[in-house]
T-cell receptor, first 116, second 111 residues
Framework: AQKITQTQPGMFVQEKEAVTLDCTYD???????LFWYKQPSSGEMIFLIY??????QNATEGRYSLNFQKARKSANLVISASQLGDSAMYFC?????????????FGTGTQLKVEL | DAGVTQSPTHLIKTRGQHVTLRCSPI?????VSWYQQVLGQGPQFIFQ???????GRGNFPDRFSARQFPNYSSELNVNALLLGDSALYLC??????????FGQGTRLTVV
């Protein structure tokens, strides 16, 4: 079974600063994918970034980067130059890569608040 | 290109009734998965379909069922609704592997 742990229920960051949201995972499988999603109060789950377990380089998407440390089983999300619109709930998730799509296991989320 | 679309966006049902939720994946995506998100929690996996076959089922009672159609759209059915079924129901589509994209969700309220 897979497990995702997000130990930060809430985080505060000042506008224009960088912030790191922590995520650790547990799986005995070698082939898996790691995901980060943003969920504003409207409820929509917005895809941010994806990292495959065999990808050698850390994934980046604009202001988002995933700090993937396989030996430590961590997949932290780094948001650079925070904006007020980044205030939302952030979920880390994983899925085994077995072909045929994704079955995502989610963490409990981190509520991020960006302040002026 | 259109993203994942779910319908309806909001729904109010009475205990004991039946509900059908619908999801259309992104064009070219053959996999659909369903999740239930209760207020204050992370989404919980319900079903996964790929090429019209069930590939996974979460820990939900038999009152929950789903199917995928030849055009890869999907339906989630819930029978004999309970108050505890009130939640945001999310559908995600993906290719064979890689990124998974969600629809805006269906917010179900059971009264």
């Amino acid at each position: 079974a897979q497990k995702i742990t997000q130990t930060q229920p809430g985080m505060f960051v000042q506008e224009k600063e960088a912030v790191t949201l922590d995520c650790t995972y547990d799986t005995s499988d070698q082939s898996y994918g790691l995901f980060w999603y943003k969920q504003p109060s409207s409820g929509e789950m917005i895809f941010l970034i994806y990292q495959g377990s065999y990808d050698e380089q850390n994934a980046t998407e604009g202001r988002y980067s995933l700090n993937f440390q396989k030996a430590r089983k961590s997949a932290n999300l780094v948001i650079s130059a925070s904006q007020l619109g980044d205030s939302a709930m952030y979920f880390c998730a994983m899925s085994l890569i077995t072909g045929g799509g994704n079955k995502l296991t989610f963490g409990t989320g981190t509520q991020l608040k960006v302040e002026l | 290109d259109a993203g994942v679309t779910q319908s309806p966006t909001h729904l109010i049902k009475t205990r004991g009734q039946h509900v059908t939720l619908r999801c259309s994946p992104i064009s070219g995506h053959k996999s659909v998965s369903w999740y239930q998100q209760v207020l204050g929690q992370g989404p919980q996996f319900i079903f996964q379909y790929y090429e019209k076959e069930e590939r996974g089922r979460g820990n939900f009672p038999d009152r929950f069922s789903a199917r995928q159609f030849p055009n890869y759209s999907s339906e989630l059915n819930v029978n004999a609704l309970l108050l505890g079924d009130s939640a945001l129901y999310l559908c995600a589509s993906s290719r064979d592997r890689g990124e998974a994209f969600f629809g805006q969700g269906t917010r179900l309220t059971v009264v």
